[in-house]
């Protein structure tokens, strides 16, 4: 799928730098083995599946690496249609609306304009995954006993930028042609968070509330 979303979307337009594992890693064979299974054609309900032996911490931070880099290309790719004209606010249609708290420069919920609100996300997730004392990537050092807590709220806030680019810019993506390769990264997510339970289910509630997702069905189902 890698290919198919280098192909379809812009990759100069890449909203952050590429997070790379290190080659000769852990971290880095295991996610060419993710790769692997991923453009094998196999069901996504079983390649998200841990694989026998390997260390489940490992096997998260390289999905929520991964994850940070695909979702910075998809919306690197139509944040030029994201400005604070078309998206004052950071939305997932009317009745979603997330608001910016870090408790450092916003240390309240803050309304933000949704790019503004990326840029933040951005940052802050780039901040954690390099830093060592929560993504360790040296051998022998341990994962901190909080890691999917912070992987957890890692992937809820990038849901949040699927809610947006769905309900708001997916006009764009279908210009493009590329509705199918979103899709396709959305149901890896979604498989992947819930076979770990990243994620409380009433976070994915902007998207299942509006007909936009059928858990029974595994899927998508209605033109955005």
């Not at 360790?136 to 341990?142: E, H």
Request: charged share 25%.
């Amino acid at each position: 799928m890698n290919l198919c979303l280098g192909q379809v979307f812009s990759k100069d337009k890449t909203f952050r730098p590429r997070k790379r594992f290190e080659p000769g890693t852990q971290r880095f064979e295991l996610y060419k083995k993710a790769q692997a299974s991923l453009k094998s054609g196999l069901d996504l309900r079983k390649v998200v599946q841990l694989p026998e032996g390997e260390n489940i911490n490992d096997w998260i931070a390289v999905h929520v690496v991964d994850f940070f880099n695909r979702i910075n290309l998809i919306y690197g790719t139509v944040s030029e249609f994201c400005s604070e004209r078309t998206c004052p606010i950071m939305s997932g249609g009317p009745r979603y609306e997330y608001r910016w708290q870090d408790g450092d420069h916003y240390k309240r919920p803050t309304k933000l304009p949704a790019l503004m609100y990326m840029n933040l996300l951005m940052d802050w997730i780039e901040t954690l995954i390099n830093n060592e004392d929560i993504f360790p990537t040296r051998i022998g050092v341990p994962f901190p006993k909080n890691f999917q807590q912070v992987c957890k709220k890692i992937l809820s806030r990038l849901f949040r930028v699927f809610v947006h680019v769905y309900i708001h810019h997916f006009d764009v993506i279908c210009s493009m042609g590329a509705e199918a390769h979103i899709n396709t990264c959305y149901k890896h997510y979604f498989f992947f968070i819930s076979e770990f339970s990243l994620i409380e289910h009433s976070e994915l509630e902007p998207l299942v509330s509006q007909g936009h997702w059928d858990e029974n069905k595994g899927g998508l189902t209605v033109a955005w």
